[in-house]
């Protein structure tokens, strides 16, 4: 229900982070310790989370276990495919405050922001 409801009750006392569940705030907490208990057996990488380092496994292994039944796009995280699916149902929830345009993608939205601040891309 904490999840629903939005409540908070356990925060951080370095950076006042709040948190749903006792188990986020101790995940956390090894942000600021450096802790990174799951390392990665091929290459040096290591991470706070177990989930973090079971992706990134499948950077070695080819495993790309998210598949589009709409065209060949195959993944590694459910988040990017999410992402994806909004390619094919043309949403578009990120909408520009100043002209409203609208955008599929946060950093299509963040790339259009530049014609409205004049900022130029450097690595162009």
Same mark, same amino acid.
């Given at each position: 229900?904490?999840?629903?409801?939005?409540?908070?009750?356990?925060?951080?006392?370095?950076?006042?982070?709040?948190?749903?569940?006792?188990? +986020?705030? %101790?995940?956390?907490?090894?942000?600021? !310790?450096?802790?990174?208990?799951?390392?990665?057996?091929?290459?040096?990488?290591?991470?706070?989370?177990? +989930?973090?380092?079971?992706?990134?496994?499948? !950077?070695?292994?080819?495993?790309?276990?998210?598949?589009?039944?709409?065209?060949?796009?195959?993944?590694? !995280?459910?988040?990017?495919?999410?992402?994806?699916? %909004? /390619?094919?149902?043309?949403?578009?929830?990120?909408?520009?405050?100043?002209?409203?345009?609208?955008? +599929?993608? %946060? +950093?299509?939205?963040?790339?259009?922001?530049? /014609?409205?601040?004049?900022? %130029?891309?450097?690595?162009?």
């Amino acid at each position: 229900m904490k999840r629903h409801t939005g409540e908070k009750p356990f925060s951080c006392n370095i950076c006042d982070f709040r948190f749903s569940f006792k188990s +986020s705030l %101790k995940t956390h907490m090894k942000i600021h !310790t450096g802790e990174k208990p799951f390392s990665c057996y091929i290459c040096e990488y290591s991470s706070i989370r177990k +989930s973090d380092l079971l992706i990134h496994i499948r !950077t070695h292994t080819g495993e790309k276990p998210f598949s589009c039944n709409i065209c060949e796009y195959r993944c590694t !995280t459910k988040s990017r495919f999410q992402t994806h699916l %909004k /390619i094919h149902t043309g949403e578009k929830p990120f909408s520009c405050n100043i002209c409203d345009f609208r955008f +599929s993608f %946060k +950093s299509s939205l963040k790339t259009h922001m530049k /014609i409205h601040t004049g900022v %130029k891309n450097l690595f162009v």
